[in-house]
């Protein structure tokens, strides 16, 4: 038996492999999961899961030259040793090593803080879904950059805050336009509650803020008493190695940090961490303790039997070496197959290259008739909330092989080439033929 609910744009049924369905009322629901809108990155994925698919999709890091056969000598002793440690119930904010390890990473983007200051949790989304809870109002606006990363805004539209987009340019999120979009809030009578950025290699932009503009946005935060929500995933995987100072250390009685090691070691071990203001330290760990109890004791040790391996440095830099060949040879093939007028930014680091089409070609329009040709992609429509992102898409460069770079981006040349003469013919179109 399934169950539907019934909105108020009239009945829906599901049909169930029983044959049979439910109509609900839609009172069982509350009405910020009514309001909720399927994720268009999910969509995507879940379209795109067939063999022999080319994916510019998935934000997932290569694996493959993890070093496997020491991670499962270090699992075997962990398990041998302390089994029942690792099997069992830990301290909700995570166990004592994990944390000196984070604090220590934390350091090479100018981060001082104590081990007890961290709050660590199953990925840096759940970090982020914890800190919403906490501090969200129905309402709330939160700024975020234009682009943004769609789980996250998925995060703040659950809690029902509305998400304003802060342009950018290739110095990042433009501190006066956040200036002019305070003031109109503010003149509306919301309530602004704080800014979402990523501001290393950002998802989807690849862009990084200039050390400039970290500090103004920052002044401009705390002069209107909005908190920051930092989120890094991506801050140590700069194609040359170097890193950049993070916006927390000045501004660390309104900043929220987010850490991950889903993209510089494994996504799958579900290990992520928070780095909250003093006086939040204590509600988000109340509100971590609700949904999870404590974070994996198990992948956590194993986190931090990899760190404490010297060479560790040394992976991230071949993985460096890696997405830095990849990248390259995605931006080459572009340079030969994409439809004249296409631009498309330029990362030092990360994963994603942000792409813009001419405009008339709809990427979310398009990305079926991509799939169904071997090859997926993001629209840019995922990457807002207000419609914004048609003739734009964001592409992963960082799990598909070379040759599959290169093949899956001549595909796309072919679709959009195709997309851009029919643009170009239609009655009224600068170029196009009117007898």
């Known amino acids: 038996m399934s169950i539907s609910v019934e909105s108020s744009a009239g009945a829906a049924r599901t049909p169930a492999a029983t044959g049979t369905s439910v109509q609900v009322s839609p009172q069982v629901l509350a009405e910020r999961t009514l309001g909720a809108r399927p994720s268009e990155v999910r969509k995507v994925f879940r379209a795109a899961q067939r063999p022999g698919m080319i994916s510019f999709a998935n934000g997932a890091p290569y694996l493959g030259a993890l070093p496997f056969e020491r991670i499962a000598l270090d699992a075997q002793r962990i398990l041998l040793e302390n089994g029942e440690r690792s099997f069992q119930y830990g301290s909700s904010d995570g166990i004592p090593e994990l944390r000196a390890h984070i604090v220590e990473l934390m350091r090479f983007e100018g981060i001082t803080a104590g081990r007890d200051q961290v709050i660590v949790t199953s990925g840096s989304q759940q970090a982020l879904d914890v800190a919403a809870r906490v501090l969200v109002n129905p309402g709330d606006v939160i700024f975020a950059e234009a682009p943004s990363y769609a789980g996250g805004m998925a995060i703040f539209t659950s809690y029902e805050a509305e998400i304003v987009h802060v342009p950018m340019d290739a110095d990042g999120l433009i501190p006066e336009e956040l200036e002019r979009l305070i003031g109109e809030v503010r003149a509306a009578g919301k309530t ?59 501004f660390e009685d309104i900043t929220l940090y987010f850490g991950s090691f889903s993209k510089m070691i494994a996504p799958g071990l579900r290990v992520g961490w928070v780095l909250p203001p003093a006086t939040l330290y204590g509600h988000l760990v109340n509100a971590s303790e609700t949904s999870q109890l404590n974070p994996s004791v198990f992948s956590q040790q ?35 197959v994409m439809p004249a007028g296409t631009t498309w930014n330029r990362p030092t680091g990360g994963f994603y290259l942000w792409v813009s089409l001419p405009a008339g070609i709809d990427t ?9 040709r071997g090859v997926v992609y993001v629209p840019g429509t995922a990457f807002y909330t207000d419609g914004r992102g048609h003739s734009e898409l964001r592409m992963s460069f960082c799990l598909p092989t070379l040759d599959d770079i290169r093949k899956g981006a001549a595909i796309l040349g072919d679709v959009f080439r195709d997309a851009a003469a029919k643009v170009s013919a239609e009655p009224g179109t600068a170029g196009s033929r009117t007898d």
């Open 192 to 250: 602004a509650k704080g800014l979402y950025t990523i501001p290393n290699f950002q998802n989807p932009g690849g862009v990084n803020l200039s050390a400039e503009r970290r500090h103004r946005v920052g002044e401009l935060c705390r002069s209107n008493d909005l908190l920051i929500f930092e989120d890094n995933p991506y801050g140590l995987l700069g194609f040359d190695g170097e890193t950049m100072r993070a916006i927390q250390p000045e």
């Open 302 to 336: 194993l986190i931090s039997a990899y760190l404490d391996d010297p060479a560790w440095p040394d992976k991230l830099a071949e993985y460096r070496g890696i997405y830095r060949e990849k990248f390259t040879a995605l931006v080459e093939t572009l340079e030969q």
């Open 364 to 372: 979310e329009a398009l990305v079926y008739e991509c799939i169904e």
